[in-house]
């Protein structure tokens, strides 16, 4: 539900602002915190200890920031609230581009450049110093592109922190799973990788986003999300918190959407009570791209934009991905509806962020401008990215140990399924030189051939592509270049022209009249071609253009050049294709050489092709083992395109059920970009894996856990729901109707923390610290887990809590606490864990009240393998509180109440 607030056009500033606190007020009371009795942690105070770049630096680099802003006129200030901030050359400030690029599981480039695995892929690895070690590799590579191209260090991304609440939404890729404790622990880790551990420079910026409750895609510019206080405290917040508090994240993003009525970038109470009253926020706030015109349409908030724009600087949203608050705020002045004050304290922010880059000092004074562009796509980083793909393979099924596979009994594998073709890489990746699909994966494990007619020349071709442009999947099963604006380009690796007279390019556009100029050689050199593009009806709507050539032979570099319309996206690019054609070949195997063949049987969601079809049973049969391949991409769900069930797409189940039929000895990998429900396919397949889109190396990963050259450690980061019918209805928040394992009260498909492996693991000796746990005090939980098995392997100890029997209702269990081991066949190893009194999962929100309390009594500790799988388990009574100074796992403030819109 929306809300307009009608406002005069002399309203002043004090009435502007009075009317919407009262709007505010009036939807969202329940949410703000009552102070009474209860202290803030603010920094400097002996209960704070902050992170990252000390306050000494911060405060001079505030200062330094001040100065610059004290020369600008109103109309400069002004001009440097968009993302796209201009140069003031009188006062020598360079322009700068805060929309430096995102970094969601690498930089989103062409390459040469490193992609990992998506966010919900590599949370399955439970291992935050794997995110470290990531997410510094990432930052290395932004500063080696920076120093190398001055591209800027303020990136968009990471971390997505709207949890996978529920799997139909079209980011889940993006979350690091669907509990707040790992995904906090992931997100923390994720920071510090990407703004570094120097006390008086960052490295770059990572961005907590989108705040908040920004769940749903199809409609998130319009939609206001309705959510308890509860909700809103006890399981939304607690993310975002924890980026703030513990690892001093220098950017946030507020969402499209709205909260209660309200537009998150209109929100004072979540972007200055919240952030900056209560959890010391030091940083910038971003809108997302037009959130604030969205304030003014189609949200229908405020009436004017630059009333809308006043309203966003008012509550604290420091910075426009877009171009409301320069071309509006200076209406808004002269309406009284923001000052200059507010203005300059929002510059100054963002200046203050560009001096911890040291943008303005020295190079030499700066230590991560040694870095070097050969960090970018080194072999320290491809190694690091098949590491990470290893470790986010999810092992879900192994009936009689089916796997490993033993290379010596196969003569002939069938690779059957859709996405077995292509090394899908997701959403806002970039183009890495280095790409294995699962086909190639497996086919070079068993030292086979690989056939790939090029009839094609696909983006995985690519060498390099201007700023912005990126890969991404395509609704023929593919993938395709998008985000093509006006003067783009992109360079192929070399091509055969001999014998060719013609260039067919596939290509798709709503809109129509993009030009693509074919150039040969060099980005200037000979033109050969040029096509336009004509209008398809959509994004994912495909036909082919082409063109003669002539006079051309031998191998040259191919780039397209791009014109047309400014202002957008302007078409995308699927292939291109050199005429006519001459399929190479196919290899003849080596005596003694298995044979791999490769048949995709179905595209993602397409209809029924039976001569593809029948192509891949027909493999199945005369194979001695099949590897079916198959899941959903970003055809299927992707930014701004929800999904409506969680089944596989198209005909994949009918195309499994075939195989399976043709040949029991079939296994199944999940290459996706999601969960999907997978019920017939776990009650008969023996043997499921889990390869949510693995990055670069994903190929090899998967034909590692296969052929058992690695051994799979990963859990489940989410619940994986047997059908949508198991959830509530879609747009509702209330994650105690049923969402995610804490309140889940089904018979999940696969359950939260889950996953298998080639050993055995067993758990004893559990131990406390203590019998009793009240204020002030932490209690220390423990026990011993040894492999019992005959590989080394990975064994993900969860700690979870229980609390006690309260008034309300309270979460069936909650994690408050894992780690991920190693161990070699027979060790033992004692894990330990700190609960203290303050643990979220202790207090819930009182909604009277209006803060954190905690329900005394018997509080149940249990340590599994799963969230389903409890192994150990003992009780500690909870002491009530009785310190009035206490406020539990946040801390209140009287700021907060005094400016309450929430």
Known sequence: ??????????????????????????TLAGCAEQSQGNADIKAGSPEFERVGISEAAYKKAWQRASAMVAKMTLAEKIAQTGNQAPAIKRIGLPAYN??????????????????????????????????????????DEARAYNKKENVGLAYYSPQTLNLHRDPRWGRCEEAPGEDPCLAGTWAVNVIKGMQGDNPNYLKTTACAKHFICNNTDDDRTSVSASVSPRNFWEYYTRAYRTCALDADVFTFMSAYSAINGVPCSADRFLLTSLLRDRWGFRGYVTSDCDAIYNI??????????????????????????????????????????????????????????????????????????????????SPAHRELALKAARQSIVLLKNDNNFLPLQKSDLKTVAVIGPTAGQCHLGGYSGSPFVRIS??????????????????????QELQAVSAGVQTQGSSEGGVNI??????????????????????????????????????????????????????????????TVSAAISGITGKHKVFFKFAGHQGGPMCNVEWFQLQPVTAPPKPQPRPGQPVVVFKPGCTVEGPKDD??????VDAAKSADVVIMVCGVDQQVDAEAHDRKNTKLTGVQHELIQACFKANPKTVLVISSNNTVAVNWEQ??????????????????????????????GGKTCCTWYKSVDQLPPFHNYDIMKGRTYMYFEGDPLYPFGYGLSYTSFKYGDLAISRATLGAGESVVVSAVITNTGLYAGAEVAQLYVQAPASPVKRPIKQLVGFQRLELKPGESRRVEF????????????????????????????????????????????LQPCTDAKLGGPETLTTAAVNSVVM
């Open 438 to 459: 699962p086909y190639e994966g497996i086919a070079h494990a068993l030292g086979a051939s690989v056939y790939l007619p090029h009839e094609h020349v696909w983006p």
């Open 482 to 543: 998008g985000w093509i604006d006006d003067g783009a380009w992109v360079q192929y690796k070399p091509q055969d022209f001999t014998g060719k007279n013609h260039i067919a390019i596939r290509v798709s556009s709503p809109s129509g009249g993009a030009v693509i100029h074919v150039h040969i050689d060099s980005l200037d050199g000979r033109k050969i071609a040029t096509l336009t593009v004509p209008r398809t009806g959509g994004w994912q709507h495909w036909t």
């Open 683 to 712: 009650e008969h397949l023996p043997a499921i894996v889990s390869a949510v889109f693995a990055g670069q190396a994903q190929g090899t990963a998967i034909a590692d856990v296969l052929f058992g050259n690695y051994n799979p």
């Open 98 to 139: 805060y929309y430096s690029g995102e970094a969601l599981h690498g930089l989103v480039r062409g390459g040469p450049v490193t992609s990992f695995p998506l966010p919900l892929a590599m949370a399955c690895s439970w291992n935050p110093s794997l995110a470290l070690e990531v997410y510094t590799a990432v930052s």
């Open 611 to 616: 001569t593809m079809f029948a192509e891949a």
């Open 1 to 26: 539900m929306s809300h307009s607030l009608v406002v005069k056009h002399t309203i002043n500033r004090r009435a502007f602002l009075a009317g919407a606190t009262a709007v505010g007020a009036a």
């Open 296 to 377: 003014f349409n189609p949200h229908h908030y405020l009436p004017t934009l630059h009333q809308a724009a006043g309203a966003a600087m008012q509550a604290g949203c420091d910075l426009n991905c877009g171009d409301t608050l320069p071309k509006h705020l200076g209406k808004a002045v002269a309406d009284e509806l923001v000052s200059e004050a507010d203005i300059s304290r929002a510059v100054t922010r963002l200046l203050t962020v560009r001096v911890l880059f040291g943008e303005f000092d020295s190079p030499e004074s700066v230590p991560y401008n040694s870095i070097g562009f050969d960090v970018v796509d």
């Open 834 to 877: 700190t609960v203290p009194y303050t643990e979220q999962a202790l207090w819930y929100w009182q909604e009277t009240q209006r803060k954190f309390v905690l329900q005394p009594g018997t509080l149940k500790v249990l340590v599994g393998s799963s969230s389903a799988d409890i192994h150990l388990n003992t009780v500690i009574t």
